[in-house]
T-cell receptor, first 113, second 114 residues
Framework: EAEVAQSPRYKITEKSQAVAFWCDPISGHATLYWYRQILGQGPELLVQFQDESVVDDSQLPKDRFSAERLKGVDSTLKIQPAELGDSAMYLC???????????FGSGTRLTVV | SQQGEEDPQALSIQEGENATMNCSYKTSINNLQWYRQNSGRGLVHLILIRSNEREKHSGRLRVTLDTSKKSSSLLITASRAADTASYFCATAIYSGGGADGLTFGKGTHLIIQP
């Protein structure tokens, strides 16, 4: 069964350092999403891509977060500088057709110390 | 901001019993989806119900949607230990610009006692 690949699985970084997460969606899925999930909460949308274009980044803290999907396939989410409050699970999801739900990756668990 | 709110926040039942979780939301939607998340893992899509549908089934799952009350319920019949997980409802609102990201609730943590 096709999966959304994410790496790394876990990341520990010091406050003020830069950190990056990678996502490879299911082949053929034009739409890619990044979500952040704080422990005990539901995921919150950070950014949505359609192919290589950003469709929605209204909830992305742009002073420190950036996201790209240069060739419309895999994507990178970056945080610089990381803050203690950024500790969370970062989830990537992709979709072929929004009427059929999303496929999520296993996520990257970020701990900022 | 979170549009959906699940109820109860936590639910513990015996294996074999049925589990019912409820979700309420605030604004009109295009569809509502339910996801399952095992501890520390990604979310798994369970079922999607469109705003013009009232009920859908998938295996042991039954989802209802009442758009007049802005609420949905997820019923898991004949629960199994493997059903232990957190369950999230998520609403989709399609915008003209193509944005259709889901808004999730805080989830219901379901524990199935053997």
């Amino acid at each position: 069964e096709a999966e959304v690949a994410q790496s790394p699985r876990y990341k520990i970084t010091e406050k003020s350092q830069a950190v990056a997460f990678w996502c490879d969606p299911i082949s053929g899925h034009a739409t890619l999403y990044w979500y952040r999930q704080i422990l005990g909460q539901g995921p919150e949308l950070l950014v949505q891509f359609q192919d290589e274009s950003v469709v929605d980044d209204s909830q992305l803290p742009k002073d420190r977060f950036s996201a790209e999907r240069l060739k419309g396939v895999d994507s990178t989410l970056k945080i610089q500088p990381a803050e203690l409050g950024d500790s969370a699970m970062y989830l990537c999801a992709s979709s072929f057709d929004r009427n059929y739900g999303y496929t999520f990756g296993s996520g990257t668990r970020l701990t900022v110390v | 901001s979170q549009q959906g709110e699940e109820d109860p926040q936590a639910l513990s039942i015996q294996e074999g019993e049925n589990a019912t979780m409820n979700c309420s939301y605030k604004t009109s939607i295009n569809n509502l989806q339910w996801y399952r998340q095992n501890s520390g893992r990604g979310l798994v899509h369970l079922i999607l119900i469109r705003s013009n549908e009232r009920e859908k089934h998938s295996g042991r799952l039954r989802v209802t949607l009442d758009t007049s009350k802005k609420s949905s319920s997820l019923l898991i019949t004949a629960s199994r230990a493997a059903d232990t997980a957190s369950y999230f409802c998520a609403t989709a609102i399609y915008s003209g610009g193509g944005a259709d990201g889901l808004t999730f609730g805080k989830g219901t943590h379901l524990i199935i006692q053997p």
